[in-house]
């Protein structure tokens, strides 16, 4: 199938189970919601894994899963799943597209923190639209000892998920200070307790929503120190990638990278031969996006 077939058809099974759910009805993929074909760059292990408070993996509308790596040396984090069906409002006003899942582009940010992981030793960091479960700030936590780690997202529902996984997590993180919260990217909002609190800003997924894009420079201006860093990663997805970047240029250096993990590049290789795995370049390959300030003139 080409590509652009390949995109109609994806986005109309989406519609399909986005309907279903609106509707009430189960999808044939409403066991994790997923409204995605591809499924991940087979990064991480996952195994269903009972909660604490319960014998059963199962937990009110949520499955609890673990995600082992041995990225460096071997993890695992307790992750809360969303099972139920996703509501009206969980998808329509704010545009909370695709807040139902943990995204390749998490997964492959989760993997590459854990791979220069010594970088962020001690170092504030922040993850924004981390979507359920800000995976890759909490590996990252899991992994290394940081000077202070926010998670964050907007959807509310979204921030009460990843308060429990923060909880859930909590013998595992490395980090003494952390926390999380419901973060909405403003132009108009100051954010004045976290102005230039953050070495390093992560972000996966998240340039898809042209209309925040400069919403999203004004938080990573704001948050990020004169010397930090923000990294992102992100598929290309009709060119939304490209927009973010333009716009970023003219206050930020931008870096964009298609190669920078080998063994990432080598599981896109594998999708990319595997012609039934619905694997499309533009939806699913993460480029790797850099940010940092323009030195200002002396
Ligand atoms: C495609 S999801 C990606 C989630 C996660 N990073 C992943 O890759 O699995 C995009 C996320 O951005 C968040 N988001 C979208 N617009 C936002 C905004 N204006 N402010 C804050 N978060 C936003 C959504 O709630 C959602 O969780």
Redesign the pocket.
């Known amino acids: 199938m080409g590509d652009a077939a390949g995109r109609s058809s994806t986005a109309k099974e989406r519609w399909k189970i986005l309907g279903n759910a609106l509707r009430g009805k189960k999808s044939a993929a409403s066991s994790d919601v997923s409204v995605r074909r591809f499924a991940d760059f087979n990064l991480f292990s996952k195994s269903p894994f009972p909660n604490d408070d319960s014998t059963s993996a199962e937990d009110d509308g949520h499955t609890w899963v673990e995600y082992c790596w041995t990225c460096g040396e071997s993890a695992a984090l307790r992750i809360r799943h969303l099972t139920e069906s996703v509501t009206a409002k969980d998808m329509i006003g704010f ?5 139902v ?3 390749p ?2 997964e492959i940010l989760a993997h590459y923190l854990l791979t220069v992981r010594d970088v962020f030793r001690g170092k504030s960091v922040c993850e924004l ?3 359920m479960t800000c995976l890759a700030g909490l590996a990252l936590s899991a992994s290394v000892p940081l000077g202070k780690l926010l998670l964050t ?3 509310q529902r ?1 921030a009460d998920n990843i308060a429990c996984v923060l909880a859930a997590n909590h013998d595992r993180m490395r980090t003494q200070s952390y926390s999380s919260r419901c ?3 403003s132009r108009s909002c100051a954010y004045e307790n976290l102005c230039q609190q953050f070495d390093f800003l992560v972000c ?3 340039f ?2 042209t209309e ?1 894009h400069i ?1 999203l420079i004004h938080v990573v201006k704001t948050l990020l120190k004169p010397d930090g860093k923000a990294i992102f990663f992100a598929p290309q997805r009709s060119g939304t990638l490209s927009r973010f970047t333009e716009l970023a240029k003219e206050e930020f250096n931008v870096s964009v990278a298609s190669e920078y993990n080998d063994i990432v590049q080598a599981q896109r290789q594998q999708a990319v031969k595997c012609s039934d795995s619905g694997y499309t370049e533009d939806l699913h390959y993460p480029l790797l996006v850099e940010l940092t300030f323009k030195a200002t003139a002396q």
């Open positions: 545009n909370n597209t695709g807040n899942c943990v995204w582009s998490e639209g981390g979507g997202d907007g959807n979204s973060l909405l990217w996966a997924d998240c898809f929503f925040f919403d």
